[in-house]
């Protein structure tokens, strides 16, 4: 096994000569994961409740979500810079206290202003995170499983957004919001344990050896990779932050909890088989899910009245989305190192938050029946990209898979 371009790239030592992962630190990573989605989405399932207690309206309990999600993306970048010297462990560990912190202020805070602080402060843990999961799921694994270890670690996206985030929103008609965000808390608790037995520490980068993090998007590759985060995330975001109420254009809103259920299932699947095969296959599946979703899009576009054609392209949409951050966190890694995963979760996190704005817009200016077709105009040049980044961003074979034995 010899050295690989991206531990050059990132001062990494190579990975250890193992033949199987180590389960528990790349699952601890995995609820990390899990954690940092269920803090800045939960807040969307029991809006109404929160806002009644905080004394504002929904639209600005809303905006927990937006500061949140703003906060990852702006803070990405110079967090990395800061912390580069840090042991990683000691970061992660920092990381997930704030989680902890942030979610107890707001199960007992009824002041607007403070729960906004904290909120802004689990965003910045929350970039930390993101900046952690993919370096440590690579070290902790062999060249030829790091991909399958990536997609062990970002298995947390989805599992909180099909299982965590309808779980709270349950909790919390049950139990009350407060209570609901304090059960989060008690999981933060239990991770810390989990974190400080199970994952090993690792050393920052020394002082002044660092590349400039911006200098990576002069690396074959990565701007590609960065264009199809910008432009899958925005599109995803754009259908899936207004989805009830495309459903209720089409007189399906008896059936959204079925339909986001189906979406679920469906993003899990595409999850492990992600897992099983981005080692090997990450340009295919890469080509494979945009295809997914620009023909789930294509029949919601058209076919939106009719009701098993939703249920497919949810089935297709759900196949298509459900590994695509453990494809995209592989292939800009791959390209440039830690750097170009930095710069990836600042794009995610930006476009995420700007799907919003933009079905805002949409919906305001065109209506609900808008989405699919903005999703069909941004998705056609991703797949262009895809097809086109062969030597590099998305070569038929790995980096890593070519330099070992």
Not at 1 to 19: C, V, Y
Not at 132 to 142: I, S
Not at 158 to 170: C, E, N, V
């Amino acid at each position: 096994m010899s050295t690989s371009e991206t531990d050059l790239l990132t001062g990494e030592p190579p990975a250890p000569k193992q033949q199987k992962l180590p389960l528990s630190p790349l699952l601890a990573l995995c609820t990390a994961a899990f954690m940092g989605i269920l803090t800045e989405a939960l807040p969307a399932g029991v809006l109404p409740e929160m806002a009644r207690d905080l004394s504002v309206s929904e639209s600005a309990a809303g905006q927990t979500l937006t500061i949140y999600a703003i906060a990852t993306g702006l803070s990405a970048i110079p967090m990395s810079v800061a912390t580069a010297t840090w042991r990683r462990k000691r970061l992660l560990l920092l990381a997930v206290t704030t989680f902890a912190v942030a979610n107890v202020v707001t199960a007992l805070s009824s002041s607007y202003a403070l729960t906004m602080v904290f909120r802004l402060a689990a965003g910045v843990a929350a970039a930390v995170v993101w900046a952690e999961l993919v370096g440590y799921a690579r070290r902790l694994a062999p060249p030829h499983l790091q991909g399958r270890a990536i997609a062990i670690t970002m298995a947390g996206i989805p599992l909180a957004l099909s299982l965590g985030i309808p779980l709270g929103t349950f909790l919390g008609e049950l139990f009350g919001w407060r209570l609901t965000f304090g059960l989060v808390t008690v999981v933060s608790v239990l991770l810390l344990g989990w974190v400080s037995v199970s994952v090993p520490d690792y050393p920052g980068q020394q002082a002044g050896k660092r590349a400039p993090i911006l200098q990576a998007l002069k690396l074959p590759g990565v701007a590609a990779v960065l264009f199809v985060v910008a432009a899958y995330v925005l599109a995803h975001n754009i259908l899936y932050t207004y989805i009830a109420t495309f459903l209720d254009e089409y007189d399906m809103t008896a059936s959204r909890d079925v339909v986001l259920l189906v979406f679920g299932i469906a993003s899990m699947v595409s999850i492990f088989i992600t897992g099983a095969l981005v080692d090997r296959r990450l340009r295919a599946l890469t080509i494979g899910s945009t295809v997914l979703f620009l023909v789930a899009a294509g029949m919601l576009a058209v076919l939106a009245d009719n009701t098993a054609a939703v249920y497919l392209a949810m089935v297709l949409w759900g196949l298509g989305w459900g590994g695509v951050a453990t494809l995209l966190q592989t292939a800009v890694t791959d390209a440039g190192g830690d750097r170009g995963q930095a710069l990836l979760v600042t794009t995610w996190n930006s476009f995420m938050a700007g799907g919003g704005a933009v079905g805002g817009i949409l919906l305001d200016g065109l209506g609900p029946t808008s989405f699919p077709w903005s999703v069909l105009l941004l998705l056609a040049p991703v797949l262009l990209v895809v097809v086109g980044a062969r030597a590099h961003g998305f070569p038929a074979k790995r980096p890593s898979m070519m330099t070992t034995d």
